[in-house]
Structures are given as C-alpha cells and as structure tokens.
Nanobody
Framework: QVQVVESGGGLVQTGGSLKLSCVVS????????MAWYRQAPGKQRDLVAA???????NEADFAKGRFTISRASAKNMVYLQMDSLKPEDTAVYYC?????????WGQGTQVTVSS
C-alpha cells in the first residue's frame, strides 16, 4: 500500500525558515505529480506549490519568492523550502502524490510561526 509521510514541521519565529520533506513508499511506479497543500483552522485547504513529471513547477502567489518546491532524483521524495515565514503561514501542511487517477495524501505536519 502507498504511504505518504511528511516531516519537518515545527515552531519558528517570524522571518525564520523550515524545510518540509515528503516520502512516498509502497509503490513501484513513479508519481506523476507531487504537491504541497496547507490548511489553517476554519479555512479551506489551499495549494502551496506543485511539481510535475516534466519538471514544471507552479506555486501560489503567497508562496512566490519565499517557498521553493523540489523533487529528489529518486522521484519518491519532495521538499518544500520555506523562508521568510509569516504568522499567516501557520497551518497544517499536507503532501499529495498523484499517479493516473489515484491520489495519495499524507497526514500532514504542523507549521507554527510566532509573531
């Protein structure tokens, strides 16, 4: 069975940095796309950034210039480097992996930014 596990969340001060990691296991096939989403209490789950099989990346406006998504050459790991963090970045960050019509979600990792 496919497992998606995030790590790297924690508590940081405004202006600090975190690097989130996502590991996909249990599949012999390359995930065609991987992405990071986030959800704050009482709000919808929003796309943060995505990386596709052809190397194309896209990110939300709030992430531009601050967050960078990357994928390991093994194709089973994806990272989110977050710099210049703000209190409004506080949320649970989720990793999504996709292959064909299947989508696999992780349990999320908490990011808290203090003012």
């Amino acid at each position: 069975q496919v497992q998606v596990v995030e790590s790297g969340g924690g508590l940081v001060q405004t202006g600090g940095s975190l690097k989130l990691s996502c590991v996909v296991s249990g599949s012999d096939f390359r995930m065609e796309a991987m992405a990071w989403y986030r959800q704050a209490p009482g709000k919808q789950r929003d796309l943060v950034a995505a990386i596709h099989g052809n190397g194309f990346t896209n990110e939300a406006d709030f992430a531009k210039g601050r967050f960078t998504i990357s994928r390991a050459s093994a194709k089973n790991m994806v990272y989110l480097q977050m710099d210049s963090l703000k209190p409004e970045d506080t949320a649970v960050y989720y990793c999504l992996a996709r292959r064909l019509d299947s989508r696999y979600w992780g349990q999320g990792t908490q990011v808290t930014v203090s003012s």
